[in-house]
């Protein structure tokens, strides 16, 4: 039987949604994953203990990043990641096996990797066996068993969230910007307009009083203004 399309869109996720129904929703696509794709019996124990897992990933590694996929207020998949000393991990990939087939897993990659490209040029992770095949399709390589990797692109050009402000990101920018702004709300909602060559000719922040500081050229700045607003409203609609 064909699926049916539908429409979604790939949201991040910031620390400030790191709560129990962001954890919950990670939880039960992990184990209806679990459960339809690989034949594995789930119970009230595996649910306890992957939701404890998601809970334990954000609160203790820092430099978290996460995307999820949704349609209209049901997340349908989603991608968490963290940086390391040797680059950047991947930890989670799942979508809905309901949702299979519609490009969920290819975006939920795709943003994850640009984010990840500002801040680090590789990718790392562990594939389960069925998945092996998706990862090779985007250029990642075996180097022991299931352990893959991939070279991230060095240009990456658009709008990109920030999750962290790192020192390495100030040397990129091309703007007069208020860097103690940005130390200061380095956790905040922040989007990069990212130029070839990794410059950085836009930046924008949703700060701890709320506001919006947009700093940008001229040539990007309507762009930037309206990508920005679109997704900081989407981003901010998933925080409790």
């Known amino acids: 039987m064909t699926k049916n399309k539908i429409n979604f869109e790939i949201i991040p996720i910031f620390d400030q ?20 794709k690989y034949n594995y019996h789930v119970d009230d124990t595996d649910r306890c203990r992957i939701y404890k897992s998601h809970m334990y990933d954000w609160m203790h590694y820092k430099n978290n990043m996460s995307f999820a996929a949704y349609s209209g207020e049901q997340m349908v998949g989603f991608a968490t990641a963290y940086k390391e000393k040797s680059g950047m991990y991947l930890r989670n990939l799942y979508v809905n096996p309901s949702f299979n087939g519609m490009g969920i897993g290819h975006q939920l990659l795709d943003k994850t990797e640009k984010a990840s ?3 680090s040029d590789l990718m790392e992770l562990v ?14 390589t075996n180097f022991d068993n299931r352990t893959m990797n991939k070279k991230l692109p060095e240009s990456v050009i658009g709008v990109v969230p920030v ?4 020192k390495s990101l100030r040397a990129q920018i091309k703007l007069d910007v208020d860097n103690s702004l940005l130390i200061h709300n380095k956790n905040q909602p922040i989007f990069v307009y990212v130029a070839p060559g990794r410059e950085i000719v836009g ?4 700060t701890t009083e709320n ?7 001229n040539k990007n700045g309507k762009e930037m203004a309206c990508f920005y607003e679109n997704q900081l409203l989407k981003a901010l609609s998933k925080i409790r």
């Open 17 to 36: 949604s790191a709560d129990s129904r962001i954890w919950h929703d990670f939880t039960e696509i992990e184990l209806k994953c679990d459960s339809e």
């Open 117 to 119: 490209a500002l801040v």
């Open 127 to 140: 594939s389960l066996n069925g998945a092996v095949t998706f990862y090779e399709s985007h250029g990642y």
């Open 163 to 166: 999750f962290k402000w790192y």
């Open 211 to 217: 506001k919006d500081v947009i700093w940008t050229s």
């Open 203 to 206: 930046v924008a922040v949703r």
